[in-house]
């Protein structure tokens, strides 16, 4: 999934979409509202909204509003998804949702914090939550969808019993 992907996340949690009254996410049988999210495109059910809400791993409740500035077919549109603008470096992955990661980056600023060298090493590195690079998320979007479209590229030529050209 193209957000998890530029978040740095690796899509081990629930997600939801909240389009207009709807709702998007895996099928579960605890949230029979929640309709199917393969079973519709983003340009189908954002096309006529403008924004939607995506809502990342339930136990952490990573909100974040995501603004459609115009929405293409996948029939239509040869390119790649484009971020305009972003604020901010993604919170990591199963850092403790707002009140975590709060409490993770005052661990990581305090060196004389007796967790700071372990969170320091849990992280994996230096990070810096004011970071936020639109060449690099966009260089991203752009890996996604070549590498969707030679997977589409392959599957076509097995439909047609033919072999991919393999680069």
Request: with cysteine.
């Amino acid at each position: 999934m193209v957000i998890q992907k530029t978040m740095g996340w690796e899509t081990s949690h629930l997600h939801l979409f909240k389009i207009g009254p709807d709702e998007y996410g895996d099928p579960n049988p605890e949230w029979p509202e929640v309709q199917d999210h393969r079973k519709v495109r983003l340009y189908q059910a954002a096309q006529d909204i403008g924004q939607f809400v995506y809502i990342y791993d339930m136990g952490d409740g990573w909100q974040h509003e995501v603004l459609v500035e115009r929405a293409y077919s996948d029939k239509t549109f040869t390119g790649a998804p484009t971020c305009l603008a972003g604020e901010r470096a993604c919170p990591p992955e199963d850092c403790g949702g707002i009140g975590g990661y709060t409490e993770l980056l005052e661990t990581l600023r305090d060196r004389l914090h007796p967790e700071h060298r372990r969170m320091k090493q849990w992280m994996g590195g230096p990070f810096d939550p004011e970071a936020f690079d639109l060449a690099e998320t966009n260089r991203l979007l752009w890996f996604l969808a070549s590498r969707k479209a030679r997977i589409i590229e392959v599957e076509e030529a097995i439909k047609r019993k033919q072999k991919p050209y393999l680069h």
